[in-house]
């Protein structure tokens, strides 16, 4: 497992307001802002952003073992299976634009989907960490409701526990800068010392990326807020 770490965050701003079930539909959409405000060179990579039925379908789970969707996306910055999961269950999906780097921001609009009787609007964000073996950023299923409105939540990184986190270059896809090349993105063998979803505790040091791509603190590196455009 990972090393202690310096103090870095990356900031997911979601702003919404909550919605009757039956107003909600194709005319109405969701604004997304996700900002790095890492005080480090942490790089979040091809993030997904989406909006649909609460608990219809689900990314990521603490404490279970990871989807293949998941491990692909955590390890190889591989969206396309994640995107295809919740799109089959009704969810909208907009894909970011690129990379974000410390401090940098970068926003979606997403369409609300159609919502059946009794049934609640959820929002999920997830990234790779890119200067990482598994590890992700994000939030899964979260209502959009009185609760959840006008405030920040916090989330911490997660590691998928899909691949052993020796930091080194040749297995990450760390590239734009951590490392002099691209390495290895997804593969099907997973870390036997590895097993489930966990919070990850931060990048060790003991690979060969530069140092200045291991200050970045995943403790609390995002955080949330809502709004609903008519």
Request: glycine residues 8%; charged residues 15%; contains cysteine.
């Amino acid at each position: 497992m990972k090393k202690s770490f310096l103090l870095a965050i990356l900031a997911l701003a979601v702003i919404a307001f909550a919605i009757p079930v039956k107003a909600a539909g194709s005319d109405r959409t969701i604004t997304v802002w996700l900002q790095n405000l890492s005080t480090g060179q942490s790089i979040m990579a091809c993030p997904v952003y989406a909006a649909g039925p609460c608990n219809t379908a689900l990314m990521f789970q603490d404490s279970q073992i990871a989807s293949v969707q998941l491990e692909m996306m955590a390890e190889g910055a591989v969206s396309a299976p994640l995107v295809s999961l919740l799109q089959s269950k009704g969810w909208r999906v907009v894909l970011g634009s690129g990379e974000i780097y410390a401090r940098d921001v970068q926003s979606v609009t997403i369409p609300v989907p159609p919502l059946a009787t009794g049934q609640f609007l959820c929002v999920a964000v997830i990234g790779k960490l890119r200067q990482t073996n598994d590890t992700f950023v994000g939030i899964d299923n979260l209502v959009v409701n009185a609760n959840t409105i006008n405030r920040w939540l916090y989330t911490p990184a997660r590691d998928a526990g899909t691949e052993c986190d020796d930091e080194l270059c040749v297995n990450m896809p760390a590239g734009t800068g951590a490392c002099s090349t691209m390495g290895q993105g997804f593969n099907s063998n997973r870390c036997p010392n590895e097993k489930m979803i966990s919070y990850d505790v931060g990048i060790g040091g003991w690979g060969n990326l530069l140092e200045k791509y291991n200050d970045f603190n995943t403790e609390r590196p995002a955080r949330v807020l809502f709004r609903i455009n008519n």
